[in-house]
């Protein structure tokens, strides 16, 4: 299957794995509070070749990562399935995925087929690039929006950064839960 459809996502076709413990994880405790916590990674990009909408051709790539915390190296702690959507026309990335704990989440941002760099965004109650949680979590820890850029950094390492932000009850201020790291083609 040739790649060359696939704009700026050709690039992660394959496995990654970040070197250690080298992500960086800011998160909502147990008591609501902040904790930080170091993780390791391992995501797969795998081609699905192109998806049709009528006239609007996508191509997409299925991807699933998986993270565990320092100190915990059988049970993951995060998980998330989904795809990134190329659409050459449009010349949009998009990132439409669901997380097991009852949040789906459709972001995209504007990309060139050879850019190096893309953030794709997502708010809720947006009807295009949006965010959809269940009940607890839309009362208790209502995503308000979702940021994530990634950065090629050479031809075997790629960084994100990602933000989402949270309306956490009875707190005036919102909440940023922070992920990133760096990973490793393998």
Known sequence: MSHDNYGPLAFFIGNWKSEGWTGDNVAPDP???????????????DP????????????????????????????????EVGYFI???ERKQVMK????????????????????????????CGSETYGVCSNKFLDEEFKTVRYEVKFTKIDDNTFS?????????????????HTEKNVMKRL
Do not use: C
């Open 31 to 45: 008591d609501r509070n902040t904790e930080n916590t170091s993780f390791r990674q391992e995501t797969s990009f």
């Open 48 to 79: 699905i070749g192109d998806v049709e909408n009528h006239e609007q051709l996508l191509y997409a790539l299925r991807y699933r990562t998986t993270a565990w915390e320092e100190g915990d190296d059988e049970d993951p702690f995060h998980e």
């Open 86 to 88: 190329w659409d050459a």
């Open 96 to 123: 439409s995925f669901i997380v097991p704990r009852g949040i789906a989440v459709n972001a995209g941002g504007d990309a060139q087929e050879d850019s190096k760099e893309f953030f794709l965004q997502a708010d």
């Open 160 to 176: 994100y950064d990602e933000d989402t932000i949270i309306k956490m009850k009875g707190r005036d201020e919102l909440f940023h």
